[in-house]
Antibody, heavy 120, light 106 residues
Framework: EVELLESGGGIVQPGGSLRLSCAAS????????MTWVRQAPGKGLEWVSV????????YYADSVKGRFTISRDNSKNTLYLQMNSLRAEDTARYFC?????????????WGRGTLVTVSS | IIMTQSPASLSVSPGERATLSCRAS??????LAWYQQKPGQAPRLLIY???TRATGFPARFSGSGSGTQFTLTISSLQSEDVAIYYC?????????FGQGTKLEIE
């Protein structure tokens, strides 16, 4: 059974940093791209970033480009999101998801998310 | 690419048909997914390739469309179908979601 477990969320002051993790199991992590999606309280879904299976390719939403860095450790079956220069508008639940299909494909399995609150 | 869903909310009687719409601002072929998000839960992939049902969803859920106009149909609404439904294109980065349709039981 596919399982994605996010962690690392919490309360941080504006301008601060946080590192999210997503531990994966139940599938061959090294074969698939992984992505982060966020959802502000009471709002819709916003794609944040994606990383290819081998870490050779990454993309970011304009809203986080230059501040967030996605990475993965295939030896640990873990995905990361380093978030710097955090702003109030980054407050959201952050979900990780895998992409089982090809280069352009849907987000197949999602974790339950971890909540990030940016507030002074 | 901007994804626009309609209506924003929909109330349907049990056993009746629910029709949700999604429009893309550009041609996305069949590179469209639908997700179901129940209260307090993570989104769950429902439909991909515009019309292929994901594992675990019953046949009352169906998707159709291509290009810029897409539809999600629930043929006979059940109480467990209460959720917010999001469409998403995956034609090219950045992938974008529609704003969601909140489906309720009448």
């Amino acid at each position: 059974e596919v399982e994605l477990l996010e962690s690392g969320g919490g309360i941080v002051q504006p301008g601060g940093s946080l590192r999210l993790s997503c531990a994966a199991s139940g599938f061959t992590f090294t074969n698939y791209a992984m992505t982060w999606v966020r959802q502000a309280p009471g709002k819709g879904l916003e794609w944040v970033s994606v990383i290819s299976a081998t870490s050779g390719t990454t993309y970011y939403a304009d809203s986080v480009k230059g501040r967030f860095t996605i990475s993965r450790d295939n030896s640990k079956n873990t995905l990361y999101l380093q978030m710097n220069s955090l702003r109030a508008e980054d407050t959201a639940r952050y979900f990780c998801a895998n992409k089982v299909g090809g280069i352009h494909s849907s987000f197949d399995y999602w974790g339950r998310g971890t909540l990030v609150t940016v507030s002074s | 690419i901007i994804m626009t869903q309609s209506p924003a909310s929909l109330s349907v009687s049990p056993g009746e048909r629910a029709t949700l719409s999604c429009r893309a601002s550009q041609n996305i072929a069949s590179n469209l997914a639908w997700y179901q998000q129940k209260p307090g839960q993570a989104p769950r992939l429902l439909i991909y390739g515009a019309s292929t049902r994901a594992t675990g969803f019953p046949a009352r859920f169906s998707g159709s469309g291509s290009g810029t106009q897409f539809t999600l149909t629930i043929s006979s609404l059940q109480s467990e179908d209460v959720a917010i439904y999001y469409c998403q294109h995956y034609n090219n980065w950045p992938y974008t979601f529609g704003q969601g349709t909140k489906l309720e039981i009448e």
